[in-house]
């Protein structure tokens, strides 16, 4: 069984710290400055921008504040554009998916490019009890090839910390400590340092 934090573990998520879901999204000029700026962002590319052709930039570390995170991209609403981090990082955030969400990571589905960035202090935690197939890393969860090859290059995790329980057994989910699923996509130079991965449950681990 999983060795579970009580300080970590909120059976399963205290949806009051969740980060908010803005209705009125504001301008956005494809440039990060901001923990503002990170969830204007991720707004957008969940309500349907796909980001085709075109570059968002980081532009300083983000710090996240603990707070508990909904990852940038769905299988339906991908992030489907270049996001070059400058080797900036962001850090410290939760994700407890508690069922909702079946693509956990900083991003949930990208389909092209992500370079140049550093993620760190991160905790996801699932107890599966639904059918469905899952992916788990603490950058992204599915990278997903369509017409061009996807590529993740000069990417690394540190001090991650991913907890799964599967509740019923023969539910398909996939974990790593960088990229949970992977589709012939091509990764360049990139790591994890000091990251924890514990799971009960059948799974593919990477």
Same mark, same amino acid.
């Given at each position: 069984? =999983?060795?579970?934090?009580?300080?970590?573990?909120?059976?399963?998520?205290?949806?009051?710290?969740?980060?908010?879901?803005?209705?009125?999204? =504001?301008?956005?000029?494809?440039?990060? &400055?901001?923990?503002?700026?990170?969830?204007?962002?991720?707004? *957008?590319?969940?309500?349907?921008?796909?980001?085709? %052709?075109?570059?968002?930039?980081?532009?300083?570390?983000?710090?996240?504040?603990?707070?508990?995170?909904? =990852?940038?991209?769905?299988?339906?609403?991908?992030?489907?554009?270049?996001?070059?981090?400058?080797?900036?990082?962001?850090?410290?955030?939760?994700?407890?998916?508690?069922?909702? *969400?079946?693509?956990?990571? +900083?991003?949930? %589905?990208?389909?092209?490019?992500?370079?140049?960035?550093?993620?760190?202090?991160?905790?996801?935690?699932?107890?599966?009890?639904?059918?469905?197939?899952?992916?788990?890393?603490? *950058?992204?969860?599915?990278?997903?090839?369509?017409? +061009?090859?996807?590529?993740?290059?000069?990417?690394?995790? %540190?001090?991650?910390?991913?907890?799964?329980?599967?509740?019923?057994?023969?539910?398909?989910?996939?974990?790593?400590?960088?990229?949970?699923?992977?589709?012939?996509? &091509?990764?360049?130079?990139?790591?994890?340092?000091?990251?924890?991965?514990?799971?009960?449950?059948?799974?593919?681990?990477?």
């Amino acid at each position: 069984y =999983p060795t579970f934090n009580n300080n970590e573990w909120v059976v399963l998520y205290d949806s009051s710290k969740e980060t908010p879901y803005y209705n009125n999204i =504001p301008l956005f000029n494809n440039k990060i &400055s901001s923990y503002a700026d990170l969830i204007t962002f991720r707004n *957008l590319v969940n309500s349907g921008t796909t980001y085709n %052709n075109q570059t968002i930039t980081l532009l300083s570390d983000i710090d996240i504040t603990g707070d508990e995170w909904i =990852p940038i991209g769905t299988a339906t609403s991908p992030f489907n554009g270049l996001f070059d981090g400058q080797n900036h990082k962001i850090s410290n955030f939760k994700c407890y998916a508690n069922n909702r *969400l079946n693509q956990i990571g +900083l991003f949930g %589905n990208a389909t092209y490019t992500i370079q140049n960035l550093i993620i760190e202090d991160v905790f996801i935690g699932e107890q599966i009890n639904t059918k469905q197939k899952s992916d788990f890393g603490s *950058l992204l969860g599915c990278l997903t090839k369509t017409t +061009l090859t996807p590529t993740i290059t000069n990417c690394h995790a %540190n001090n991650c910390k991913i907890l799964i329980y599967e509740l019923n057994s023969n539910y398909e989910f996939h974990v790593g400590g960088l990229i949970g699923n992977v589709d012939n996509a &091509s990764i360049n130079n990139c790591g994890i340092k000091n990251c924890i991965i514990d799971i009960y449950g059948g799974s593919y681990i990477g």
